[in-house]
């Protein structure tokens, strides 16, 4: 869940120097004036937010056409064929090799200290309570865990799990991924996470290393649920008939999929999840990466719909009025299902219980979970209050001799390594033509060309000297309006060779150098592609998401509607080609394209798929995707990211089907923004079509225009 906490990263070079909305204007930012724009800084997630609405009405008018059990039994099938996909598949099961390392007795009931491998070597650290009164066999709960620290140590899910056992019911927890004995990113000299942010962070990260390679931490999180489940129901204490599933916050999210997904589950009560997408982006926007899949809207999916493919069996939504999930997308989503559960006649299947607090599985919403499973499990009623419960403590329900997988198990597999490996098998069956990664990229980016006349509206300009610097906006689409200065040239009549000038820290940073390059007889127009310079949304600089992932909610958002930042971006920097077509004193045969930072990338897709680039200059770009899934650590990809790109392609393979046209590479940087030394850069670049420059520059010793003019031609 989202919280504002401290992190170890440096801050990306790129994103430290992007201005904020907060920033006064300065003489290049004319935009950003209310006089000028209503909210250029609101833009770009007001036109994502436009879509994805669009996309959830759509997706009500199909819902509503759900009148009969096969309707109900086709949503459910269409639900968990594209979760599937999302997924990237679902993995094979293989041998769990559980063993029980420990018991402690509590009493009333005991609790088992359990190892299993939900994948090979890949342990989860589990706890069995079970129950020491009543005849075996007895109901089962599977109990999936949300983001508090402690993990199945935590206090809230003790209280739970045992009362469970008291009222006759074994329950299993375990420790989820980036928690308790299974921290993924663990630092033997810190003892805890390298990202000093929780699972969360961990979370996030390893999230977006699978996207590159189609895959989805979800997938993760998901089979050690199922896998949790193969165990409890392979215990002799436990009717296979008789199974619930209930958890909060991020155990709720894990409830809500399991329950969806897994027949074997014939109760569920999700805490502190549910609510509908319309609020969370009218609210505090995506949240973990476990809870957000590419595609998801744009499939005509919301939340209730992993309630549909529960399948009318009983869900009980357990939330709290006060809770950062918004309250009024939980009564939203329940009014959905309740009527459409009536049409069926079954209403009595779904309720909601809320409560005047806030986030947490706290002890209203426990003991709501009680009575449920007690009710459809147990066919009785019982409104017995909970009980007050003797906890333990972490290193009595550690299941691992030192406390973490990690240092108990050191050839133990972590979501890093397997899907470090799974790109590695990717590279290897790798070996795309120019016309397949072109194919692959617009697919994949989501790339849609511009206008061909994009709509152009001046505001002023500035005279400096023998230079004269328009300002305007240009269209890329319509809801995206681009701020951009054109850098003219007045002492040189006629034709200019033209240059296009993208910087992801905006068009004001790149002022001086598009100035430099006019000068030397250049016309440069320097745009801010949506979401730099004028159109940086909105943010609050503590927000660990932004602090570490950059413009996440935009990002998150853009993928759940069927887009990529940096597809769109592609737009952006095409639609400049296109200005630039239009002017009599553009020279169009030599136009050069610089990009810098984040944008760069985007550059280097808009000239894939325009033929008017005929050179390309790349400055500060992330040297490849393979590199974010090789490094444990990254910092501001989440922008930059195509997903399943490392199915089909790399950077250095849409560079090589550039080719024959020319490509320059300065000072390509890391998944951390760190530059890197030019034989390292050569060896990234070996073996890439048309032989393209690769240089390093010192930054502060070295300008830009004068080491760049010689690859732009220079102005004649």
Not at 167 to 179: K, S, T
Not at 192 to 212: W, Y
Request: charged share 25%; proline share 7%; aromatic share 10%.
């Amino acid at each position: 869940m989202r919280r504002s906490i401290p992190f170890i990263f440096p801050v990306l070079a790129w994103l430290a120097m992007a201005p904020s909305a907060a920033q006064s204007v300065n003489q290049w930012d004319f935009v950003s004036d209310p006089s000028v724009f209503r909210d250029i800084h609101g833009m770009l997630g007001a036109y994502l937010k436009q879509k994805a609405f669009a996309l959830l009405d759509e997706r009500g008018r199909v819902v509503s056409r759900i009148s009969a059990r096969a309707d109900l039994m086709a949503r459910q099938q269409y639900v968990r064929e594209r979760m599937w996909s999302y997924l990237g598949g679902q993995p094979r099961r293989t041998p769990l090799n559980p063993r029980v390392v420990g018991v402690l007795d509590r009493g009333d009931y005991r609790i088992e200290k359990i190892i299993f491998e939900s994948r090979p070597a890949f342990y989860v650290t589990a706890n069995l309570y079970l129950p020491k009164t009543g005849t075996a066999p007895y109901p089962a709960i599977l109990y999936p865990l949300g983001h508090e620290r402690g993990a199945k140590a935590h206090q809230a899910w003790q209280r739970t799990l045992a009362s469970l056992a008291r009222r006759g019911f074994v329950c299993l927890a375990w420790d989820p991924l980036g928690q308790g004995e299974r921290v993924q990113m663990y630092d033997e000299d810190l003892h805890d996470t390298k990202t000093q942010g929780g699972s969360t962070v961990e979370h996030t990260i390893l999230g977006t290393q699978c996207l590159l390679t189609g895959t989805h931490i979800a997938q993760y999180t998901i089979w050690d649920g199922m896998r949790a489940l193969d165990y409890l129901l392979a215990r002799p204490e436990v009717d296979p008939k008789r199974v619930g599933c209930t958890g909060n916050s991020g155990g709720g999210t894990q409830t809500s999929y399991l329950s969806a997904l897994d027949d074997r589950i014939q109760v569920a009560a999700p805490s502190c999840y549910i609510t509908s997408w319309r609020r969370m982006l009218e609210s505090i926007g995506p949240q973990d990466a476990e809870q957000v899949f590419p595609l998801f809207l744009k499939d005509g999916l919301d939340y209730p719909d992993f309630i549909y493919a529960f399948a009318g069996k009983p869900f009980k939504m357990l939330t709290a009025i006060r809770d950062f999930f918004p309250i009024s997308g939980a009564r939203a989503t329940f009014a959905e299902v309740r009527q459409t559960l009536t049409r069926l006649d079954l209403a009595s299947h779904i309720e909601m219980f809320e409560y005047d607090d806030g986030h947490g599985y706290n002890r209203p919403r426990r003991e709501a979970g009680y009575r449920w499973f007690t009710r459809w499990l147990e066919a009785r009623e019982n409104q017995e209050p909970e009980a007050p419960v003797s906890l333990a403590t972490s290193e009595e329900l550690n299941c691992t001799p030192t406390g973490q997988v990690k240092t108990s198990f050191p050839q133990a597999a972590d979501v890093f390594t397997i899907n470090r490996n799974l790109a590695e098998q990717l590279r290897a069956k790798r070996h795309p033509s120019a016309d397949e990664v072109r194919r692959r990229v617009r697919e994949l980016a989501y790339y849609e060309p511009p206008p061909a006349s994009p709509r152009v509206t001046n505001y002023g300009e500035v005279k400096r000297g023998a230079i004269v610097a328009e300002k305007f906006t240009y269209e890329s689409e319509p809801g995206i309006t681009i701020p951009a200065l054109m850098f003219v040239p007045t002492a040189r009549a006629g034709r200019k060779p033209a240059v296009i000038l993208a910087d992801a820290r905006g068009k004001s940073a790149a002022a001086a150098e598009a100035e430099e390059l006019a000068r030397r007889g250049y016309l440069v127009l320097a745009p801010d592609l949506r979401g730099f310079g004028e159109t940086l949304p909105p943010t609050d600089r503590r927000d660990y998401f932004v602090r570490n992932f950059g413009d996440y909610e935009s990002a998150m958002t853009a993928l759940l509607i069927g887009k990529t930042m940096v597809g769109m971006r592609a737009t952006d920097v095409a639609a400049a080609v296109a200005v630039l077509a239009r002017r009599s004193d553009a020279d169009m045969s030599g136009l050069a394209v610089i990009g810098r930072g984040p944008a760069a990338l985007s550059a280097l897709l808009a000239a894939l798929f325009d033929d008017r680039v005929k050179s390309l200059a790349l400055d500060g770009m992330l040297v490849s995707y393979e590199s974010v899934v090789n490094e444990r650590l990254h910092q501001g990809i989440v922008e930059q990211v195509i997903p399943s790109a490392l199915k089909y392609f790399d950077l250095p393979d849409v560079i090589s089907a550039i080719a024959p046209r020319r490509v320059a590479i300065y000072n390509g940087v890391n998944p951390l923004g760190q530059e890197l030394p030019i034989r390292r850069l050569r060896e990234q670049y070996a073996g890439v079509s048309g032989s393209p420059l690769i240089a390093v520059r010192d930054r502060d010793e070295q300008a830009f225009v004068p080491l760049v003019e010689p690859f732009l031609g220079g102005a004649q």
